[in-house]
């Protein structure tokens, strides 16, 4: 069993910067790709950022690249967000997830890969 604990989310005005975290427990968190995703009010949930098992492969959708950048701290079970210049269309629910693949050499961008996600973190970027 994998716990996943999302923290960090809040109100921010647009162009400002947040940084959510996730606490693993309950499996050994170095081995698995782990990855970000969202869910606005009405929508369906959609990738945000991945990172492969060592970090050595991570990646971020479109709509945030060059804005958000995912990271690990393995020795600490740790992954990370951060979110710089944020947007309204940025409010959204967050959720970290891990994958259920051993040491998987890149990331996921479905969420069919990951079996193990967190209860989420809501953002909310004010205009």
């Known amino acids: 069993q994998v716990q996943l604990v999302e923290s960090g989310g809040g109100l921010v005005q647009a162009g400002g910067s947040l940084s959510l975290s996730c606490a693993a427990s309950?499996?050994?968190?170095?081995?698995?790709?782990m990855g970000w995703f969202r869910q606005a009010p009405g929508k369906e949930r959609e990738f945000v950022a991945g990172?492969?098992?060592?970090?050595?492969?991570?990646g971020s959708a479109d709509s945030v690249k060059g804005r958000f950048t995912i990271s690990r701290v393995n020795a600490r079970n740790s992954l990370y967000l951060r979110m710089n210049s944020l947007k309204p269309e940025d409010t959204a629910v967050y959720y970290c997830?891990?994958?259920?693949?051993?040491?998987?050499?890149?990331?996921?961008?479905?969420?069919?890969?990951?079996?193990?996600w967190g209860q989420g973190t809501q953002v909310t970027v004010s205009s």
């Open positions: 997830a891990a994958d259920t693949r051993f040491r998987n050499s890149v990331y996921s961008i479905d969420q069919l890969d990951y079996g193990y």
């Open positions: 309950g499996r050994t968190f170095s081995n698995y790709a």
């Open positions: 990172i492969s098992w060592n970090g050595g492969n991570r």
